[in-house]
């Protein structure tokens, strides 16, 4: 496997059900990033995780929670969702120095669709 | 606060043809701009960025972007378009003198090259 993986690539639940996004790369990049894609928004980026740790979080709700074991894997674990969180979650990676944004660019995984009934 | 302008939700243009997509930027820093493109159930794929130097970048796929300070503007663009470049592109932009992780996307412009 090359790149960014992303599992499932569809996910359909129920809004009381209890589901996990997985991500990894095998790129050796240090920063992870979990975005939402909705139609006709910009991405909005949720989480990023440096070095396995958490170093922003855009006002996300309670019910998306983040866990970065490693470097290389990054679980988005949800609980209680609502219909509008339906969206494609798109995982991305990318070389950084911590403390200090850099040019690097970011690799995308193919996402997830989800679908929240 | 930091943003990213698509003007345009859909561009049309004829095989063969330059096609232009536009995107214009506000940071409080110097920017690094990026474009990417998102083809059907696919993430997004770097296409080329700007960080310094040469305002003229080069990127993949015979597409290239003009970075434009005075009027805050970094317009992607092709000689010659191909059916297979109908896809969805985003611009991004990174203020890196913040030392945010953040970038900040467009919301997108569709682009349709008719045979």
Redesign the interface.
Same mark, same amino acid.
Request: proline share 0%; aromatic share 28%.
């Given at each position: 496997e090359t790149g960014v993986t992303q599992t499932p690539r569809h996910l359909v639940m129920g809004m009381t059900n209890k589901k996990s996004l997985k991500c990894e790369q095998h790129l050796g990049h240090n920063a992870m990033y979990w975005y939402k894609q909705s139609a006709k928004k910009p991405l909005e980026l949720m989480f990023v995780y440096s070095l396995e740790e958490r170093v922003e979080n855009n006002s996300v709700p309670s019910r998306f929670s983040p866990e970065c074991p490693n470097s290389s894997h990054l679980f988005l674990h949800l609980h209680t969702l609502q219909p509008e969180d339906s969206a494609l979650y798109l995982c991305a990676s990318s070389q950084d120095i911590p403390g200090l944004a850099g040019g690097n660019e970011q690799f995308f995984g193919p996402g997830t669709r989800l679908t929240v009934l | 606060a930091q943003s990213?302008a698509q003007p345009e939700d859909q561009v049309n243009v004829a095989e063969g043809n330059p096609l232009t997509v536009k995107c214009t930027y506000s940071v409080s820093g110097n920017p @690094?701009l =990026?474009w990417?493109v998102q083809y059907p159930? %696919? +993430?997004?794929? =770097?296409l080329l960025?700007y &960080?310094t130097g040469d305002n003229l970048v080069k990127g993949s796929y015979g597409f290239e972007a003009e970075f434009n300070k005075s009027q805050t503007s970094f317009h992607l663009k092709k000689p010659s378009a191909l059916v297979s470049d109908s896809a969805l592109y =985003?611009c991004a932009v %990174?203020?890196? *003198?913040? +030392? *945010? @992780?953040?970038? &900040? =996307? +467009? *919301? +997108?412009t569709r682009l349709k090259v008719l045979a």
């Open positions: - | 990213v @690094y =990026f990417y159930n %696919r +993430g997004l794929q =770097f960025k &960080i =985003f %990174r203020d890196h *003198t913040s +030392g *945010t @992780y953040k970038y &900040i =996307f +467009g *919301t +997108g």
